[in-house]
């Protein structure tokens, strides 16, 4: 299912996941998606992964969400599998079982925001 919100932003939701896609013709700007995150009530680090590397079956206690800066990393949920390019977002909630990759030969940099 696929709906907008007030600003117009494309939102998928699947499952317990939401993502929301990247649809501004400009690159990601860190410090804009860091302080909107913070904005949101989350508590926020930046990590990156190296190409191949795998999270295997996890949850948190705490709500999440994943901004992508740069590459890409593909989260899995149930039997979905959704790759989240620079500037896409997810929202995954306190328990949401999910597994990760990072595909290819680039590392991935993202924002991970947690909400307590």
């Known amino acids: 299912m696929s709906h907008a919100d007030a600003d ?3 939102f998928t939701d699947f499952m317990s996941i939401q993502i929301d896609r ?6 990601p700007d860190q410090a804009n998606l860091r302080a909107r ?6 508590s926020v680090f930046e990590w990156t992964d190296a190409p191949g590397t795998k999270y295997g079956p996890h949850s948190h206690p705490e709500d999440q969400s994943h901004w992508i800066i740069s ?3 593909e989260l899995r949920v149930g039997h979905e599998t959704y790759s ?9 909630p306190a328990n949401t079982t999910h597994s990760a990759f990072v595909p290819g030969d680039e590392p ?5 925001g947690a909400k307590h």
């Open 8 to 10: 117009g932003t494309d």
């Open 22 to 27: 990247w649809s501004d013709q400009t690159r």
């Open 37 to 42: 995150l913070q904005q949101e009530g989350y």
């Open 71 to 73: 590459g890409v990393l």
């Open 84 to 92: 989240l390019r620079a500037g896409d977002r997810d929202y995954l």
């Open 108 to 112: 991935v940099t993202y924002l991970i």
